[in-house]
């Protein structure tokens, strides 16, 4: 059965005001209803290459706490690098429907790797107004070039030279994360995989949306990962939950935005917080997002971290496998 792509379907609604029936979410949903308006959050952004390494370790252990979200400056990773990753990016969504559907996601994969449209179960029947591209660039072991498009020709240049510059910026997050909870430096990245984790670069294509007030590009979640760095194109769209309200969240140009994925709640036993999100759509640019997630292997096992629970501060979450975690996550069932 032939699928329908949000590209496609925003193509043909240019002409028109309107969109269809399953894009348009609920009142409750709205984002014209339920943003805060006439206020932009400014979520914590930190220097990474602060030299004072117990400041940084501050800094990121009390945005992870209060916020589940900071926004990294001076990372180190050149613009030309980030440019690159964002150029052959948008040029392959922007190729001929035909060429894209080369890379599609096999129906009967229980995988989330390849082009598509659905990533999982879909409440009420409501869609999002996003297309994506799903595959992994690190280990090289779990690398499946199926997935990674031969065209634009320097797409495989571009990722393998921007996972290379990420995987610094990661590990130095990871071990400050890991010395906020009184953890040796290495111990959390151990925890969550070590060198097994695997990198799983997304790319978001939000077209633009006649009624940008009705749809939303991804619904309000919790990431699944350990940690997700993210790259935004120029376009804001990124909103965060907080004080029982939804606020835009300030672009900051060249900033990588990290997000506490559930596993990090989850090993802190509950003292970092995965951050509930969601995005927006424009009514007259293309809105495209590279977010990377740290995730375990499948049948790595994950809970709260052992040297961190003790009678006095018991486990508050179940210890299971990745896999089993992220099934239940997908198809909205109870963890």
Known sequence: MEVERVQAIATLSRSVDTIPLEYIRSEKEQPAITTFQGSVLEVPAIDINELNESSLVESIKKASEEWGLFQVVNHGIPIEVISHLQRVGKEFFELPIEEKEEYAKPEDSKDVEGYGTKLQKEVEGKKGWVDHLFHRIWPPSAINYKFWPKNPTSYKEANEEYCKCLRGVAEKIFRCMSLGLGLEGPELMDAAGGDSLEYLLKINYYPPCPRPDL????????????????????????????DGFWYDVKYIPNALIVHVGDQLEIMSNGKYKAVLHRTTVNKEKVRMSWPVFLEPPAEHVLGPHPKIVDDRNPAKYKTKKYGDYMYCKLNKLPQ
């Open 215 to 242: 749809a939303l590009g991804v619904v309000a979640h919790t990431d699944m990962s350990t940690l997700t760095i993210l790259v935004p194109n120029e376009v804001p769209g990124l909103q965060v939950f907080r």
